[in-house]
């Protein structure tokens, strides 16, 4: 079932087709995000396409709602990121930026508040307990650029490509430099950033950024496979592992091992730990009570 997503203290009954829905133009009712959740997989569908998906603020308040909603959602054991139309997310809407320079503090108010929110969306995104991955279709650039690199897994279409184009209009991709330097090389990184041209799939994937490159119109149903196999490990432990992988990347050597023997310690005193070993051992499936 696919409807629109719901704020994070509503719920929706709305159905909608996937296929009409994502060759609407996102205007009048049209949601501008759409959710489709099957067997502990929830798939978010960006719903802009005649704006090439660009981060408005409503947007952006869609998906820090959803995600809000999601975290605390037992029924959601891994998250699909996709879009409609062509482009994946062409970032932020400059359009609506460019409309407050006419605020009587020239727009620095609802700039402040634009970038604030989506840098705490990016930051939802990689605390969120389930797993996200991206499914890129087409071109995601800037602040889409950066969606990506946020999310925990990619798989992209070979048609997709990647890009920090904001030095080619004055404007540094300095908020996305963040999530993206902590993907990729140091020098593909400053590549990126100070030529602001775009790089393809191949290339993403040998920077650092997706984990594959499949064939065009095939990325969806390949995130949403990966989604399923890792949907069916224990959500605890995936919990547990995603939170404590970032939380060790930045940390020095040995800090990083004193708190994974302690991560580890508390993990094996889980009911969901003792029940998998068990069923390694009894060469069973494990029943996986997510605790």
Excluded at 16 to 27: G, I, L, V, Y
Excluded at 43 to 65: F, K, Q
Excluded at 80 to 85: D, P
Aim: proline fraction near 4%.
């Amino acid at each position: 079932m696919t409807m629109p997503a719901a704020p994070a203290n509503s719920k929706s009954t709305s159905k909608t087709n996937p296929k009409s829905m994502s060759d609407s133009k996102s205007t009048g009712n049209a949601p501008l995000l759409l959710r489709e959740d099957n067997d502990g997989v929830c798939v978010l569908t960006l719903n802009r396409p005649e704006a090439r998906n660009a981060l408005s603020e409503a947007l952006l308040a869609a998906l820090s709602e959803t995600f809000a909603a999601i975290t605390g959602d037992r029924s959601v054991r891994a998250v699909v990121l996709a879009a409609a139309g062509p482009a994946f997310c062409s970032g932020h809407d400059l359009k609506e930026l460019t409309a407050h320079r006419a605020d009587k503090d020239g727009g620095h108010a609802f700039f402040a508040h634009v970038f604030a929110t989506c840098g705490a969306l990016m930051q939802k995104i990689m605390g969120l307990p389930q797993p996200v991955i991206a499914a890129i279709q087409g071109t995601a650039t800037a602040a889409g650029c950066e969606l990506v690199a946020s999310c925990d897994l990619a798989i992209a279409s070979a048609r997709a490509r990647f890009g920090t184009p904001g030095v080619n209009i004055g404007l540094f991709c300095t908020t996305p430099m963040i999530p993206i330097s902590r993907n990729v090389a140091r020098k593909h990184a400053m590549e990126m950033l100070l030529t602001g041209d775009l790089i393809s799939a191949e290339d993403a994937f040998r920077f650092g950024l997706v984990n594959r490159v499949v064939a065009p119109e095939t990325e969806r149903t390949e995130a949403i496979a990966l989604a399923h196999k890792i949907a069916s490990k224990s959500a605890m432990t995936l919990a547990i592992g995603k939170r404590a992988f970032y939380r060790q990347i930045d940390m020095g050597i040995a800090d990083a091992y004193l708190y994974g023997a302690g991560v580890m310690v508390d993990n094996m005193n889980k009911q969901d730990a003792d029940e998998g070993i068990r069923a390694f051992v009894e060469k069973r499936a494990a029943d996986w009570k997510d605790c």
